[in-house]
């Protein structure tokens, strides 16, 4: 299955559901103004031509879409809190960082391992500990403001694999902006109820009190076509809000296999959705303001009204081969498999997972950046295995430290010390001016410890450490920036590993202070960016080669990929390149999904040129991902 062309077909579909939503809000406007054009509008006033109340429909209109405009924003302002309180909202607790308990420490640790393995921020963690069954959402309007929440039901039935497939899936929803699509619908459906109220109101005070003065009856004829078309709205209208959502629903199952790099996880915990008795229901009182980001049907709706496409039509559309008589087969396996208990896994250590001794970077680019394999042939589990080696792989001292804030704080600032010892006294006069001496004290004290810290893992602790950094007070956190770029300009030249740390911090706490502002994936194609794209694909390619001979092979294999055909003149990146490659990845960042793979397989062609990845070519990948707001692309087999 090509997963990203599904996705531009999903993506399309719903752009066209999202049109007829806007058609029929056209529609009621249209339809209460005739009703009020047929009670007050089509006879002559005071002898004046009837052509001469036309601005009554125009006032009609007006008065209507600011009905539906402002009830809509309201509802939106009470929808719009961060993804913690959405899954606070459901009775859902925290997962801490220092959990003990086994089943809640391995979703935390896949959530971490997602996040690792894709390029993306760790969300905040969440268990409803009172559902049975198999159910999962997330909440944010971006992947810095995200909380992915599962149900006790996850925990106790879903393999590590399918516990994986579950939680790309969710994270897949604040990608691709279904959080944000779905609050402005319901937004919209409550503006077009609050017609029907009031129309109710207009009855009960306007037309039911002066029905005995004239232009009772007008009134009361107004305040039904109000009734009437607004809840004939409101019942269209949920029929293309479960429309959208079914759609939605389709590319975040295609979403995570691109996270996952396979299919067995997510078909695993549909099959068990379908087979156990508790199946994916929900005993929450407030289910229904989740249910278009569940994982599964929250209960029994109508197939008109429901937010997911039927089970095994999801699971069909991940295994074409799937029947239904085959869960039969699978629910006994499952029963044979629950009466023997299972064996223990051979103890494996971290660094024979990485494959080298120490944990140095490999001679080949690694699984955690660019997967192991093509989507769809069961070869993703080498992604997350090394995710997970790299993470275990951080001494528990650093681990602790990143789950506060004042001490990740200090982690972030030590990353940022140059080895060189001329530059020390600089970058320590640098952070006390910005801290304090006391700060300065604990990082340069972190500082010794990082130095013993696998390159690899740079950046996947700073992954680590960002649910601690957003809790950081906003000016706590600007000073943070502040710091970070002053620490990078100290030499007078830029440092690639420094640089990405900044970048990627920046890009990540802004978002979390201001999630309604993070941007959607756009239109554009790759012409439409050509010269951003050559530009950074020439900073990358200058970045993993020792000479510009070997710099422009790289680059000329890359320009292959995104222009295919095309003559295209090489000139080395500007000694200032920092600014327009910042523009240049603001301006990729409005690129479709489709050209955003396209231009991330580019990257990835003028990487592997020489078969070896840098240190600083595996950051500046990893901080291009993130300003792309797409996850680190599978490689092809």
């Keep these: ?20 939503f806007v058609l029929a809000v056209v529609a009621i406007v249209a339809t209460i103004d005739a009703a009020v054009w047929l009670t007050m509008g089509h006879r002559p006033v005071d002898g004046e031509p009837a052509v001469s109340n036309l601005p009554l429909l125009f006032a009609s209109s007006l008065v209507v879409l600011a009905g539906i405009g402002f009830s809509s924003l309201f509802r939106i302002m009470s929808l719009s809190d961060g993804g913690k309180s959405v899954a606070e909202s459901v009775g859902a607790v925290p997962v801490p960082p220092d959990t003990t308990d086994p089943k809640r420490r391995e979703v935390r640790n896949v959530s971490e391992e997602v996040a690792i393995a894709d390029g993306v921020p760790v969300p905040d963690i969440y268990v409803m500990a009172d559902e049975p069954g198999i159910n999962a959402f997330a909440a944010g309007y971006s992947a810095s403001d995200a909380a992915v929440c ?9 393999s590590r694999d399918e516990l994986q497939g579950v939680i790309a899936h969710e994270f897949s929803h604040v990608l691709n902006g279904d959080m944000r699509l779905n609050i402005r619908l319901m937004g919209l459906l409550f503006g077009i109820l609050v017609l029907a109220i009031v129309g109710r109101r207009v009855i009960w005070f306007g037309g039911g009190r002066s029905s005995r003065r004239d232009g009772g009856g007008q009134v009361w004829m107004i305040g039904l076509a109000l009734i009437v078309v607004g809840y004939i709205g409101y019942f269209f209208g949920r029929l293309i809000q479960a429309a959208v959502a079914r759609s939605r629903e389709s590319l975040a199952d295609a979403s995570a296999v691109q996270f996952t790099r396979q299919t067995d996880g997510i078909a695993g915990a549909l099959k068990k959705i379908a087979i156990l008795s508790e199946g994916s229901r929900l005993q929450a009182a407030n289910k229904q303001e989740v249910a278009h980001m569940l994982f599964g049907e929250a209960g029994s709706y109508s197939a008109l009204f429901a937010t997911h496409p039927p089970l095994l039509q999801r699971i069909q559309a991940l295994e074409p081969g799937f029947r239904e008589q085959d869960l039969v087969q699978l629910a006994a396996s499952m029963q044979r498999a629950a009466e023997t208990p299972p064996a223990a896994p051979p103890a494996v250590s971290p660094a024979t997972q990485l494959g080298v001794p120490g944990m140095r970077l490999p001679p080949v680019l690694p699984a955690v950046l660019a997967g192991a394999a093509a ?49 020390q006294p600089a970058q320590r006069r640098i952070v ?36 601690a950094l957003k809790q950081l007070p906003d000016g706590r956190q600007q000073t943070l920036l502040g710091a970070l770029d002053d620490l990078v300009k100290v030499d007078g030249r830029v440092d690639l590993n420094e640089y990405c740390l900044a970048r990627l911090l920046r890009i990540q706490l802004q978002e979390a202070r201001q999630p309604r502002r993070a941007p959607i994936d756009g239109l554009k194609k790759l012409p439409a960016c050509r010269d951003s794209v050559i530009l950074v694909c020439t900073v990358v390619a200058a970045a993993g080669c020792s000479d510009e001979a070997s710099a422009r092979r790289a680059w000329l294999l890359a320009m292959q990929q995104a222009f295919p055909g095309e003559a295209i003149e090489w000139s080395p990146p500007p000694a200032a390149w920092q600014a327009p490659f ?29 078969g070896m990845v840098s240190e600083e070519e595996a950051e500046l990948l990893r901080m291009i991902c993130v300003s792309l707001h797409c996850p680190i692309p599978a490689a092809s087999a």
């Design 582 to 610: 910042e523009r240049a990845l603001d301006d990729l960042d409005g690129l479709s999904p489709v050209a955003k793979e396209l231009m991330i397989q580019s990257l990835l062609s003028a990487i592997q040129a020489d």
């Design 1 to 20: 299955m090509d997963f990203f062309a599904q996705q531009a077909r999903v993506r399309g579909s719903s752009r066209r559901l999202v049109a007829l």
């Design 432 to 467: 006390a001016d910005a801290f304090g001496d006391d700060v300065q004290r604990t990082v340069q004290a972190q500082a010794v410890e990082l130095a013993t810290l696998a390159p690899i893992a740079r950046l996947p602790l700073v992954a680590l450490a960002f649910p």
């Design 150 to 158: 599962v149900t006790q039901g996850c925990l106790d039935h879903l």
């Design 375 to 423: 989507v769809g042939n069961g070869a993703g589990a080498p992604a997350f295995q090394h995710a997970a080696a790299v993470q275990q792989a951080i001494p528990a001292t650093l681990t602790a430290a990143v789950q506060q804030p004042e001490s990740a704080l200090c982690v972030m600032l030590a990353l940022a010390l140059s080895l060189e010892a001329e530059l």
